[in-house]
């Protein structure tokens, strides 16, 4: 029997399905007396942070959440944002928090997460997060990393024993994407830019998740036939035109004629950024109105 090649996975349906399953969550959530709220930061008019911070809101109301918006202007000090933080640590409507990064340069970002209370934390950047994560799950998990485990279960369900490849060691993004996996019973590997002999990593691993930040850096020839390729990456790219469009860290068409299946960019692990948000402000609410965080929507790892 021949196997099928180069399946792409549809990042906008699973999305949408997993945020019409918060959505009927929080209706019931609602039901009994408590409405879920998710509060962003945007320090500064960084033309993309914008248009997240504009999606997160919008979807936040759509599944049934009060959103609240806070901007603050690039030059605002530290303290104004850390004391934004206190006041939306102590205010009981809300109950996520997220401070939209990346963050100008004169604030230290680590000080900055560190001071959103992790009950709040539907990030899960604060180092109790991380090290619950760490420690096989229990806390609230970071969203990329969970909607690239999501897509990937939804192609494959059974991940135990596969060698995973990790490509990226970012404390948001590559070393939690690893713990999953590890939790998951995969055998991972995680490799970054100073690993030698990249090419041949990448081509031993049955799931390849690709977070470098690196346009189109891995090729089709580093793709072990009927390997799962989950694309992290989302650079922007000038076009010919004088235009640009996004890519990400893998060079899809080519890669697509190898892998079983593989992540596009747009449209693959993006759109689960905010779905896995808004899951995550559910999951906090649930918990903190005295509930059980687990649900169909909010299982506590994926
Ligand atoms: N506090 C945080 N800051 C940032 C995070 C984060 O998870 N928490 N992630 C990114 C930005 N981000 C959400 O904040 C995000 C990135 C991409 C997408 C998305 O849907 N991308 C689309 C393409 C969108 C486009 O056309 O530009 C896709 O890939 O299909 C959603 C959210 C950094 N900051």
Known sequence: ?????????????VAAELRRDVARDVAELVASGCQPGLAVILMGIDPASQVYVRNKAKQTREVGMASFEHR????????????????????PAVHGILVQLPLPGHIDERIVLRAIDPAKDVDGFHPLNAGLLAGGGGGLVPCTPL??????????????GAHAVVLGRSNIVGKPIAQLLLAADCTVTVAHSKTERL?????????????????????????????????????????????????????????????????????????????????NTLQAARSQSGGSILSSAGKSLP
């Open 1 to 13: 029997m021949t196997q099928p090649f180069g399946r792409v996975i549809d990042g906008k349906a």
């Open 199 to 279: 090419p041949d990593i990448c081509r031993q691993a049955d799931f390849l998740i690709a977070a470098i930040g690196r346009p189109e850096m891995i090729q089709g020839d580093w793709i072990k036939a009927g390997a799962i390729v989950i694309d992290v990456g989302i650079n922007r790219v000038p076009t010919v035109d004088g235009k640009t469009r996004l890519v990400g860290d893998v060079a899809f068409e080519d890669a697509r004629q190898r892998a079983f299946a593989i992540t596009p960019v747009p449209g693959g692990v993006g759109p689960m950024t905010i779905a896995c948000l808004l899951r």
């Open 72 to 91: 603050l202007p690039a030059t605002a000090r530290q303290t104004e944002l850390l004391s934004l933080v206190q006041q939306l640590n102590n205010d």
């Open 147 to 160: 909607g690239s485990m999501i897509l990937l279960r939804s192609v494959r369900p059974g991940l135990r």
